[in-house]
Each structure stands twice: as C-alpha cells, then as structure tokens.
C-alpha cells in the first residue's frame, strides 16, 4: 500500500474550515473577533501560566510575565498569524531542576541564552528541517497532545485545600456539571450565533452562575493570587540577593557551564513544540511558511522575557487551537491576548481570581475534542503497518516522556524505515555490449544498500570489460564511494577493466569531493559521459 495513503485519509479528518477570507480582513466585525478570541484565549491563559510556574518551582508572576511577554512578542513578528505563545509545561518540567539547585535567577539567565540560540536557529534558516517531519509523526503528536492536554486538566479536579485529596460528593457533582454545561454552551452556541466566541461564552456563563449562587467550586484564586504590578527590567548577574530571596547568578564562565546545558535543551524543546504548533495552525488556516521567522520570534521572546524575570515558553498548541476555533486569524488576536493578560495582573485580578476552574477545564476538554485525530483511528488499519506503529509511538511517547522526545523518536524510527526500506530495493539489469557486460544499477546507493551493490557482481565469470551504469541511480554517501572502490579493487585484481557511466552531476561532483577519486572533465546532463576507474592511481578519468 502506497505511503500517500496515509496522507489521503489523514486529510479526510474533520475539521471545519478557519480560512479567513480576505474582505474579512479589516472589518470591525472582524476586530471584534479578533478581540473577542483574544480575552477567551487570555482567560485560558491565567491557569496554565500559574500552573506551570508551580511545576518549574517558581512564583505565580513568573509565569504570568512570560506567558505576556512572550505572547506579545511571537503575536507581533510570529511567522504565523493566530499562533499563541506563552510558558507551557513542556519548558516547567525542565527548568524545575535548574531552579531546585541553584535558583530562579539562573533561570532568567538560561532563558536568555535560550532565546539567544534560537534566534541563532532562525538566522541559520534552520526552522526548514521541520519539513523532514513524517505526516504519522505529526498526527501521534497531535493525538498525544490531545491526551496531555486532558490528562493536565485532571488536577483542578483535587481539592483546593488539600491538593493529595480528589474531590468528592457534591462539590464533585457539581464540578463534573459545570464542565459539562461548559462544553455545551461551547458545541451548541455556534449553531445559534457567532456573535460571540462559543468559549467565552461558556465562562461568561458559568462564571455568573457561580457567583449569582454562591457555588462552592474551585476558582483561579484558589490556585494563587495573580495580583502583580508591570514586569520590569531585572539584570539576574551580579552579587547578593536578587528577587524572590535567591542569589544573583555571578557573571563568569561557571555560570555558563551551569546555564548551557539547560538552554540548549529548552531551544530545543521550544523550536520543535513551536514548529510543529506552527504547521498544525498552518494546516487549518490554509497558511504556509514562516518556520525561520517563528524561530526568530521565538528567540527575541525568550531574550525580552529573560531579562523581565519571565521564565520563557514557546508556543501552546491548546491556546491556539482556542484562538483558532474561537475566530482569531490575524496577530490582533495575540496581542489582545496578551493585553488582556497584562490588565487581569494589574487591574482585574479579584475578578479573574473569582472565575470556576470548571468552566476553563470545560475549555480545554473541547480543545482535546477538537484536536484528537479521531479518524487517525480508523486509519489504522488501513495504511503500512510501520507508520501505524510510528503513529501508536509518537502517541505514547508524547504522554509518558515528553513532546520533543516523542518527536525525535518519530523521525529517528521513520528514517531508519525508510533506510531499510530503500536498501532492499536496489538491483541490477545486466547486459551484453559488444565483448563487455553492462551492470544497469536501479535504486539509490548508499550507507544501507552498499552490501546489497556489491552482491550483484559476479567478478569471477565477467569478461575482461564491464560497465556499471547509474542512469537509474544515485550515489548518495561516502559508503556508496567505498563501495565502488571495491568493486573496482576486486575487478583489478582479476585483471579485469571497469568503467563508470551514466554519472549525474552531483554524482560525480561528490567523487570528485572525496579526494583520492578525480574527474578530469563536467558531466554531461544527457549521460553521454563515462568514466574509466583506475584503482592504482585513483582517478576517474571522463571521456
């Protein structure tokens, strides 16, 4: 079965179409949406941010400054439109290591650093190598997405004061209802009206239940005051104590040899969450491009939020699928985001603080809806059974480990498939040219198939003349050059000539490129060149 099949069934998934059409683009109903996604996508934000701070060890601002920072920034220069950036989880469970031995100030200097090398990543155009991502690792990812993003919303069912317990009895019932008149509101709106984003809607709702009745349910406040002031600049080098009561980093080369490590890692993790956010977001709205100046958006981010004492973060694939369902296609969306963001910390908090976390899980649980492939299930069976499994890995992974990791592992397992495939492929015609035997190679030449090549030849019984044609191959590596070589060695050795023909001009470029081979004239992009091979003096002679 052909690997496209993937690919065909996979765009059969539903989703509905969020292109934006382009008398949309200016229109105050179109502000209005912008906006109006912005202040649900904010309000989604609020518990995200504080609770990742919490994973990463850090106080609650931390992770309001940056999920405001790094939204503003990725929302003004991003390479996609409609993307939400802010500190996820993803970037918490690996600085909550850094923070435990040596303080928060270390983190703000290994943002910066992280921010430094993605820009560095962007500048290198190196966003493009995200295209060598397989179609069943993307949707493992996005089903594993699916699966943490649910998994994530289980704490808020813990009890507010006492977080080892569950909730249970009435407080529990009435949790699981909101929830679930939540995501009501949020599937039935849009079939009534689109005057108002369906999620924001669903809070708005719940929210002045919960109030109007006095419900005891959780709220953001029992997660953590998110009353705060303006991020200002912070410089995390020097002596003494810093902010929060921890010691400033010193400015030397320990300091560094601390950080690097960290930071490479999160510009990692960063860049691959963001890029694939990016191709997924892309995908629904119809956009393409933009991976080199997500990476440099990303970086100049993480910079900014380093030195506002922000603890970083990259894009967050269920923010912006909220953003994305909810109307938001332009940067107005990101920026309202985070302008909003900015106002709940310094204005509204005692009002935010009073919203039920029911109505955000409720969100977020149609989020999971929304993103989960379902038909990835059905597809199954129907596609090669390595990238079944590719798509079941990618899935696990994701859940147990990490998303970077998971992704790595895709891509490693997809490529070393598509190694062994291609190596069994490789064959040859034979046929007879006057007094010599004519070796017609098909299929590429490289590192996996060198020991099938060589097996083709039967050096004992050719006759004193043969010729090894590429017309329908490529040499790809260095193994492919050794592997000519010996061929040619054992011909010699029989006393037997051997001529290459057919070279194409990366071919014999990379010949020439080894060193101990020469070719003494350009190839012809006809194939009306060959080329006689000498072992003892190793040169490729054209003619």
């Known amino acids: ?215 005891d349910v959780p709220t953001v406040g029992d997660l953590a005051s998110i009353k705060g002031g303006l991020p200002s600049f912070h410089w995390m080098f020097g002596e003494g104590e810093g902010l929060y009561g921890t010691a400033l980093a010193p400015l030397n080369f320990e300091t560094l040899r601390i950080i690097f490590p960290y930071a490479v890692i999160l510009a990692a993790i960063g860049l691959i969450e963001s890029l694939l956010t990016l191709n997924l977001v892309g995908e629904m709205t119809g956009q393409r491009g933009g991976a080199s100046q997500e990476c440099i958006a990303q970086g100049t981010a993480n910079v900014v939020t380093g030195f506002f004492a922000g603890m970083g973060g990259c894009a967050m694939i269920g923010q912006s699928m909220i953003n994305v369902k909810s109307g938001g296609r332009t940067r107005i969306a990101g920026i309202a985001a985070a302008a909003f963001l900015l106002l709940f910390i310094v204005a509204a908090s005692s009002w935010i603080e009073r919203i039920p976390l029911a109505a955000l899980v409720g969100v977020m649980f149609m989020v999971v809806i929304g993103t989960f492939a379902w038909n990835s299930i059905r597809i199954l069976t129907r596609v090669p059974r390595l ?32 190694a062994w495939q291609n190596a069994s492929h490789i064959h040859a015609r034979t046929r007879v040219e006057g007094d010599r035997k004519v070796y017609e190679i098909d299929g590429p030449l490289f590192f996996g198939s060198v020991e099938g090549f060589i097996e083709l030849f039967d050096v004992a019984n050719d006759p004193d003349a043969i010729v090894i044609e590429f017309a329908d191959s490529r040499v790809v590596d260095q193994s492919a050059l050794q592997a000519i070589e010996a061929i040619a060695i054992k011909y010699e050795a029989a006393g037997k000539k051997i001529q290459l023909r057919h070279l194409s001009r990366d071919c014999h470029q990379l010949l020439t490129k080894a060193g101990h081979l020469m070719v003494d004239s350009d190839d012809d992009p006809d194939y009306e060149v060959a080329a006689d091979y000498s072992v003892k003096t190793g040169i490729l002679g054209s003619h």
């Open 387 to 418: 990238d079944a499994f590719v798509i079941l890995l990618v899935t696990a992974v994701t859940v147990y480990e990490d998303l970077a990791v998971a992704v790595v592992v895709g891509v490693i397992v997809s490529a070393l498939a598509f």
């Open 1 to 215: 079965m052909p690997r496209a099949l993937l690919a065909r069934y996979a765009a059969r998934i539903e989703r509905p179409d969020y292109r934006l059409s382009p008398n949309e683009a200016l229109t105050p109903a179109r502000l209005k949406i912008e906006i109006l996604s912005g202040l649900t996508v904010a309000l989604a934000l609020v518990p995200e941010a504080v609770a990742f701070a919490f994973v990463a060890g850090v106080h609650p601002l931390v992770g309001l400054y940056a999920a405001f920072m790094v939204g503003l920034i990725t929302a003004l220069i991003g390479g996609r439109p409609g993307m939400i950036s802010g500190a996820t989880g993803a970037l918490a469970v690996v600085m909550v290591a850094l923070v435990a031995q040596h303080g928060v100030e270390y983190l703000f200097a290994t943002v910066v650093l992280m921010g430094l090398l993605q820009v560095f990543a962007g500048v290198m155009h190196w966003g493009k190598f995200i295209r060598l991502v397989p179609h069943p690792v993307m949707l493992g990812f996005v089903n594993g997405l699916a699966i943490v993003i649910f998994l994530a919303q289980l704490t808020q069912f813990k009890d507010p004061d006492n977080t080892e317990m569950w909730l249970s009895g009435m407080k529990l019932y009435m949790m699981l209802g909101l929830v679930g008149l939540t995501m009501l509101i949020i599937w039935g709106l849009p079939k009534v009206t689109n005057l108002i984003p369906a999620p924001l809607a669903g809070i708005g709702f719940v929210a002045a239940i919960v109030i109007a009745f006095g419900i």
